[in-house]
């Protein structure tokens, strides 16, 4: 089965403070995403990369920034988290046209 | 942005009860995913509907996906506990690089 891992299934931070998400599949697959999910606001695409070193930006990227440097792992960044940062965070992986395998998810508290 | 609304947002019905969810959008979709995620987990996916007036069956779901490609339903037979969670509905045009999510309906099945 495939798996997608994401590093905390919760996290707290300190508005301002530097904010790394990591997400690590198993499946060798190219493409990588950053989700929010929000009540009332649904899944909202933050980024997504479709191969090493490459990146697209989503919905809503303002605020964030992402890394590939392997293929298995894909990184969010808050570089100055906020309280409008305060989220669930879901990353997932899919190969080219195909269905997305989601991780848990990160629930992050900015204070 | 294509926007795609789920209908009802939350539902609450007990055990044995039939039920539909809608998916609808004034955009043409290449295909239709349905997503379901329980509590403190990612969405997983369900099934996929390519071809406009397709139905899918799971056991107790059954999907379609409208003749012009712009809605979805998914109907639920004798609806069970195990079935309780949060379907969410994504369409794509193209690729799965960017798939556009409902905001999701919460289902609650009363034992």
């Known amino acids: 089965d495939v798996k997608v891992t994401q590093s905390s299934r919760y996290l707290v931070k300190r508005t301002g403070e530097k904010v790394f998400l990591e997400c690590v599949q198993d499946?060798?697959?190219?493409?990588m995403f950053w989700y929010r999910q929000d009540p009332g606001l649904g899944l909202r695409l933050i980024y997504f990369?479709?191969?090493?070193?490459?990146?697209e930006k989503g919905d809503i990227p303002e605020g964030y920034s992402v890394s590939r440097e392997k293929k298995e792992r894909f990184s969010l960044i808050l570089e100055s988290a906020s309280t409008n940062q305060t989220s669930m965070y879901l990353c997932?992986?899919?190969?080219?046209?195909?269905?997305?395998?989601f991780g848990s998810g990160t629930q992050l508290s900015v204070l | 942005t294509q926007l795609l609304e789920q209908s009802p947002q939350f539902l609450s019905i007990q055990e044995g009860e039939n039920l539909t969810v809608y998916c609808n959008s004034s955009?043409?979709?290449?295909?239709l995913q349905w997503y379901r995620q329980e509590p403190g987990e990612g969405p997983v996916l369900l099934v996929t509907?390519?071809?406009?007036?397709e139905v899918k069956k799971l056991k107790r779901l059954t999907f379609q996906f409208g003749d012009a490609r712009k809605d979805s339903s998914l109907h639920i037979t004798a609806a069970q506990p195990g079935d309780t969670g949060l379907y969410l509905c994504?369409?794509?045009?193209?690729?799965?690089?960017?798939?556009?999510f409902g905001k999701g309906t919460l289902l609650t099945v009363n034992p």
């Open positions: 955009s043409v979709f290449s295909s």
């Open positions: 994504a369409g794509a045009r193209g690729s799965n690089y960017k798939l556009t």
């Open positions: 990369s479709y191969d090493v070193k490459m990146k």
């Open positions: 499946m060798d697959h190219e493409n």
């Open positions: 997932a992986s899919s190969l080219r046209d195909e269905k997305l395998f």
């Open positions: 509907v390519v071809t406009g007036g």
